[in-house]
């Protein structure tokens, strides 16, 4: 098997046990355990490539499988944010608020290396825990630690004129993310929320769902955007009896209506000047062995909001992601983790980078835009979808295989999924960004 092939080439730093009970956020960096994969430095960089895996058609490791990496200004160059950051358009004014468990030692270190190596400018970050941070184990302090440098920059390379207000939740319980997130509210200390963790809605704390939502009414009535992860395990989700199983289920945060919800793609771009190639739905179970794929599905708590009516059919019920960003591994982003270099992947990557380009429609807007899934679904149904969207049609799927020749992967598989057609589906919602075309859109007054 690949799995096999690539294992050495993996570092696992284990975020927070599959088989937790319910009533736990985990990080969306590529599932948890999160995998992240080593990257090697050039000795001699040329122009935008800076590590091996960013040479030709990247790391061969055998199988047909290569290593592919990509830095900002390739994201940027893919999704056409270069446009609007060389006009001047680069979320000054804005700040961002980004929502973790437990926060990272190295949290600025890390930033400060990864703008060294991509000459970004300075970020102007501020960190505040507002109820402390209870003890964890080390490797569930590393897992969220990863996940923190991972928001943390590339927010920042997206939108390198936005403030970031990075709030740490005392521990990944329910209770604690949640308190989080309606302080950052009720202070209005940012404009646009990313939240890159999530479990099974059934998983959730059930006292605190309408809590939940009342906090994200709040954000919205005050004008914040507020974007989470759809998760990382395609159409499953961990189960919530404390056992290594999956079952088929939505995500939370990602499934509440005011959430703008960030699935997965695997990116294909050219890997010197970072031009688009293609895009279908990220699913790297059979190499990994385990679940690993874009979330996506059909949500059990709320029912179809009107801005999906046009495209939601087979269902009465809120349907997950809204859009997608890559998320592949072996097509990771570049992180600066403890000094060292390494390969994320996740829909962790696409939450932070989403609502840093809503920072960017913000400044374009001269002010926040508030819950923008219906000026999304409002511009995806006009003549002109195609200049917004790249739209995954190729029939690729978030289904999760049969795992149960792999040693120590979950039960209950396969799970059948959602397959990427033409226009809206639950593998990557309505599609990847074209920036230098959707946030003006965005930002128009009328769209929503």
């Not at 509210?185 to 963790?197: L, T």
């Not at 020749?405 to 057609?421: E, H, L, M, S, W």
Request: aromatic fraction near 8%; glycine fraction near 12%; hydrophobic fraction near 40%.
């Amino acid at each position: 098997m690949l799995a096999a092939a690539i294992s050495a080439a993996v570092l696992t730093a284990s975020s927070q046990s599959k088989a937790a009970a319910g009533h736990v956020m985990t990080p969306a960096t590529m599932q948890s355990p999160t995998h992240i994969v080593p990257a090697t430095p050039l000795a001699k960089p040329t122009g935008l490539v800076r590590f091996t895996c960013q040479q030709g058609n990247g790391v061969n490791l055998g199988g047909g499988l290569f290593e592919r990496c990509y830095g900002p200004d390739q994201i940027r160059a893919a999704y056409s944010v270069t446009p609007l950051l060389n006009a001047g358009a680069d979320g000054t004014g804005s700040t961002i608020i980004i929502i973790d468990a437990y926060g990272s030692p190295t949290l600025m270190s890390d930033l400060n290396g990864f703008n060294a190596l991509w000459n970004l400018p300075a970020a102007n970050v501020t960190q505040v825990a507002p109820f402390g941070i209870d003890p964890t184990s080390p490797a569930n302090a590393t897992g969220w630690a990863e996940e923190s440098s991972l928001d943390v920059q590339w927010a920042h390379a997206i939108a390198p004129g936005a403030k970031i207000e990075f709030v740490i939740a005392a521990s990944n319980n329910d209770p604690d993310i949640l308190a989080a997130t309606k302080w950052a509210v009720d202070h209005n200390v940012g404009d646009v929320i990313s939240q890159s963790f999530g479990e099974a809605e059934a998983c959730f704390d059930p006292t605190l769902l309408p809590l939940q939502h009342q906090v994200f009414d709040a954000a919205v009535a005050k004008g914040m955007s507020v974007f989470a992860s759809s998760g990382d395990e395609g159409s499953a989700q961990p189960s919530c009896t404390g056992t290594p199983e999956y079952i088929q289920a939505a995500s939370t945060p990602a499934s509440d209506p005011d959430v703008t919800a960030v699935g997965g793609t695997d990116l294909k771009a050219d890997l010197t000047s970072g031009a688009y190639q293609s895009e279908k739905t990220w699913n790297e179970s059979l190499i990994f062995g385990d679940a690993v794929a874009g979330g996506g599905g059909v949500s059990t708590l709320y029912k179809r909001p009107d801005y999906q009516a046009p495209f939601v059919k087979d269902s009465h019920s809120r349907e997950v992601p809204d859009v997608s960003y890559n998320a592949a591994v072996f097509d990771g982003v570049i992180v600066d983790f403890g000094g060292h270099f390494f390969l994320f992947g996740g829909t962790s990557c696409g939450s932070p980078q989403w609502a840093a380009l809503t920072a960017i429609a913000d400044q374009l807007a001269g002010g926040r835009l508030g819950n923008i899934n219906k000026t999304l679904y409002k511009l995806a149904k006009s003549g002109n979808a195609s200049s917004y969207f790249h739209d995954i049609a190729d029939g690729s799927t978030n289904a999760i295989p049969d795992l149960s020749p792999f040693q120590g992967a979950g039960t209950g598989t396969p799970i059948a999924g959602f397959t990427a057609v033409p226009g809206y589906d639950m593998a990557t919602g309505l599609g990847s960004p074209i920036a230098s075309a959707l946030l003006p859109a965005i930002a128009k007054p009328g769209q929503g």
